[in-house]
């Protein structure tokens, strides 16, 4: 994924609170309804998991290449290095299975750009209110 699917992703999902030693500690997603670490992590995310800001990004290197991997696989039409960024940042925040099942990707894969980018707006919803980005 590009730098700039990283930052955007980084911006939008945040690290977490910090504990007194300066790792950032799992909440409690009222939205999600799950435990949550910095970058929307929730996967074996517990209320006593913390992580150093080097755990942190080196995790979320290695499960985002893990998801732009799954989004290339799903793509018949290849994105451009933008598209893959911006779907690869939607898998994240709905699962690859959510992905798959989209219309952004139908659009996509139809090679209907216009389309598949109003199709994002689909997905502005968690625990059904509106959430920013």
Request: aromatic letters at 10%; charged letters at 25%; glycine letters at 10%.
């Amino acid at each position: 994924m590009n730098q700039a699917g990283i930052d955007l992703l980084k911006e939008f999902e945040g690290l977490a609170p910090k504990l007194p030693d300066g790792r950032f500690r799992a909440y409690w997603d009222d939205l999600g309804g799950v435990w949550t670490g910095p970058y929307g992590f929730t996967a074996d995310v517990t209320k006593d998991s913390a992580w150093t800001q080097e755990e942190a990004d080196a995790r979320l290197n290695r499960e985002i290449s893990q998801y732009e991997q799954s989004v290339r696989r799903a793509c018949t039409m290849p994105p451009n290095e933008n598209e893959l960024a911006a779907m690869t940042c939607l898998a994240w925040n709905i699962g690859v299975s959510g992905f798959k099942r989209s219309t952004v990707l139908r659009s996509h894969n139809k090679a209907e750009p216009e389309a598949a980018a109003r199709a994002f707006a689909l997905w502005n919803q968690a625990g059904g209110k509106v959430v920013r980005g």
